[in-house]
């Protein structure tokens, strides 16, 4: 079951960017589940392979987290604070 998703999951990303959000809602889990197999496939897949994760963003101003590290769901946006 979390091998079969975490192989979806690799060729969403391969297919273009997704977010965490739309990730979670597609294989009808948590974020955390998603954050979890990200780092899972992150460690397995060959260095050139590109994983396309969307940089999460700010609901109310759409402030970008870029420098966030990689996989993390932030709940507060440094700049509008929310
Ligand atoms: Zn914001």
Redesign the pocket.
């Known amino acids: 079951m979390e091998l079969t998703r975490r192989r979806e999951i690799m060729a969403m990303l391969r297919e273009r960017e997704w977010t965490l959000d739309e990730l979670a809602r597609n294989f009808v889990v948590s974020k955390k589940v998603i954050i979890n197999d990200l780092e899972h496939i992150a460690r397995s897949v060959p260095r050139p392979t590109r994983l396309q994760i969307h940089p999460p963003t ?6 970008r987290f870029k420098d966030r590290a990689k996989f993390n769901d932030p709940s507060r ?6």
Request: hydrophobic share 10%; net charge positive.
């Open positions: 700010c609901e109310s101003c759409g402030f946006c440094p700049r509008c604070k929310n």
